[in-house]
C-alpha cells in the first residue's frame, strides 16, 4: 500500500519533468539539477560559475531550500535572475515545485538553468524535474564511504565533482576508495576534483560545462 | 489532500513510537537518537563514545542506513550488541523500523541505547521513535547557515555537538553565528564543541550522558 503510493507519485512528477522538459526544449535551454550534503558547496560552486560563465552564456537559478533566502540573496547579488523556492519542510524539490520557479524566470532569454536542490544526498536523487544532468558534490570531510552508503545519487550524475580538496591533508578521506566506488555504482562517471574555495580544477568543471552548453545554445 | 496522508504518517508514528517508549521504560533504558548531515561524525562520536562508557554503562546501537552494514561492523568490532537497519533508499529511521530493530537486542540487558539515523539533516527530526533525547552533530566544514536553512533538527534536539573543531582554522566557519542562530530556534539547546578525531571536548559530552543515564539506572 505504501510502495503503492510512492510508486504513485514518482508517476505523477515524471510527467511534470517531462512537461518542464518540453518547457526546457522549447527554450533551448540546458539545465543542471545541482545536488548534495548540507555544507558540501553547492552556492559557493554556483557562485563561481556564474562570475566565470556570466560573459559567454545567460544564466538563470533555482534555489531550493526548507527556509531562509540566504541562498538566493547570494546569487541575486551577481546579478542574475534568481527564485527562491521555500519547500516548508520538504526535502528535495519535485517537478513541480521546479515548474513553479520556471514560470518566474525569463526563460527565453538564458542559456543555462541551474537548479540547487535542497541539501540532501538522498531523496532528491529520487525526483526528475526536467534536467538535462544531475551533478553531485561530495566534500572530501564528509568521509570516502558515501558512495556506498547513498548510491542512488552517484549512480544518477553524470558529474561528481569531489570539493574541498584544500582540506584533504586535514582529513583522511580516501581518495582512491572514493573514486573506485563511485565508478563501481556509475561507469559513465565525470568525476572532476575541485576546490571551491581556491578555484582548483574549476577550469575542468567549466570546460564540462561550456561544452555541453555550446552543443544546445548558438548563441552566447 | 497530499497533506493528510503525511499526517497520517506521522499520527500512525507517533502511536508506534509512544509504544517504543514503554519498551524502552520497562527496561530501564536510556535512549538517543543521533541525528546529522551525511559525513558530520555520527559513527565515531559512537565509536568514542563507547569506548568511553564501556565499564560504566551497557550499551547496545540500532544503525541505520541506507545501504550497506559498515557502519555495524564499526561497532561490532567494539563488542557491544548493534542491529544494521538498511531502509533500501528511505531517507530516515521511523518508529517502526526502530521497533524492529529492538526486537533483535538484549534490551533487559542494556542500560543505553543509541540510535544512530540516516544521514539527514532533514527527515529524520520528523519522526519520534520513542527516544529521550534527539542528539545532532554539526561540523564546522558544513558552515554557519545551517541552523537558519534546516530549522527543525535544531528546535528538537536536546544537544548540539559541534564536531571538527579540528578543521575550524581551515574553514570561515562563524562560530558566534552558528551558536547565536541554533540558541534563537532553540534556548533549551545544549551546545558542545568537540573534536570526535582529537577527542577534545568529549568529556563535556560524557559528562551530559552521565548524568542523563545515572538518573534512571541504578546498576552499572
Redesign the interface.
Known amino acids: 500500500m505504501k510502495v503503492k503510493?510512492v510508486a504513485g507519485v514518482l508517476e505523477a512528477n515524471d510527467r511534470i519533468a517531462a512537461n518542464n522538459r518540453r518547457l526546457f526544449d522549447d527554450n533551448d535551454l540546458f539545465v543542471i539539477n545541482l545536488m548534495s550534503?548540507?555544507?558540501a558547496g553547492k552556492t559557493t560552486l554556483l557562485e563561481k560559475t556564474i562570475t566565470a560563465l556570466a560573459g559567454e552564456f545567460r544564466i538563470g537559478v533555482i534555489e531550493g531550500?526548507?527556509?531562509?533566502d540566504?541562498?538566493a540573496r547570494r546569487i541575486d547579488a551577481l546579478g542574475v535572475p534568481v527564485v527562491q523556492i521555500n519547500t516548508g519542510?520538504g526535502?528535495h524539490l519535485d517537478g513541480n515545485m521546479v515548474r513553479q520557479g520556471m514560470d518566474e524566470l525569463p526563460l527565453s532569454d538564458l542559456d543555462i538553468l541551474i537548479i540547487e536542490n535542497?541539501?540532501?544526498?538522498?531523496?532528491p536523487a529520487?525526483f526528475n524535474v526536467g534536467e538535462d544532468a544531475k551533478i553531485m558534490i561530495l566534500?572530501t570531510?564528509?568521509?570516502a564511504?558515501?558512495p556506498?552508503?547513498?548510491?542512488?545519487m552517484f549512480q544518477e550524475s553524470s558529474v561528481l565533482l569531489l570539493n574541498?580538496m584544500?582540506?584533504l591533508p586535514?582529513?583522511d578521506f580516501d581518495l582512491e576508495k572514493a573514486r573506485k566506488d563511485s565508478l563501481m555504482l556509475n561507469g559513465d562517471l565525470e568525476i572532476i576534483e575541485v576546490s571551491c574555495r581556491t578555484g582548483d580544477g574549476l577550469e575542468t568543471w567549466l570546460e564540462w560545462m561550456r561544452e555541453r552548453v555550446g552543443s544546445r545554445v548558438v548563441t552566447a
Chains 1, 2 share one sequence.
Open positions: 503510493i550534503s548540507p555544507g531550500d526548507i527556509a531562509t540566504a541562498d519542510g526535502c535542497v541539501g540532501n544526498l538522498v531523496c529520487e566534500s570531510t564528509e568521509g564511504d558515501k556506498l552508503k547513498y548510491p542512488l574541498k584544500d582540506l586535514y582529513t
